[in-house]
């Protein structure tokens, strides 16, 4: 689990670090194809006006795009890897708190005593979880006090 998450923060950092080359090189493209146009203003016409802006913007979007893909997901995925371990705590939380509040029903009918069924395996696959979860965080302590010591 603790080499997943450093997996997902490297990651991330990569994807943000090509997000951010992204938007360098978009930037240093329209920078020379502006500077090309720039040098020869006073003799360009309204045919190479136009050849700049149907060279310039199409690149400016595309650069954009893969800036904002890119960057955008390297912080997803690094919040996503930290977040894992948060959702294991939150579940072993809710699985205690439904575990305590068995209630014994009277099943009535033949549904009700198929649903008392279903609710009984439903309550026994969360206290199976539960212990799994249980030995994970065992486990994943462990491994801290070992990586400690």
């Known amino acids: ?3 997943r998450l450093k997996l ?9 670090m090509v997000g951010g080359m992204n938007l360098i090189f ?7 194809t502006l500077n090309a146009l720039i040098v020869n203003m006073e003799i ?3 045919s190479e006006l136009q050849s ?6 199409p690149q400016a979007i595309l ?3 893969a800036f ?3 960057f955008s997901s390297g912080i997803l995925l690094g919040r996503s890897g930290s977040s894992d371990l948060s959702e294991l705590t939150y579940l072993s939380k809710t699985l205690k708190i439904d575990n305590g509040s068995k209630n014994e029903l009277e099943p009535l009918t033949r549904g009700e005593k198929q649903r008392n069924l279903a609710d009984e395996r439903l309550l026994q ?3 199976e979880v539960l212990k799994a979860i249980e030995r994970l965080e065992s486990l994943e302590q462990q491994k801290k006090l070992k990586k400690n010591v």
């Open 26 to 32: 978009g930037i240093l493209s329209i920078y020379r």
């Open 63 to 65: 650069w954009s795009i």
């Open 44 to 46: 360009a016409g309204s």
């Open 52 to 57: 700049f802006f149907y060279v310039a913007t």
């Open 1 to 3: 689990m603790v080499y």
């Open 68 to 70: 904002t893909t890119f």
């Open 8 to 16: 997902y923060r490297f990651l991330a950092l990569i994807l943000i």
């Open 125 to 127: 696959i969360k206290e």
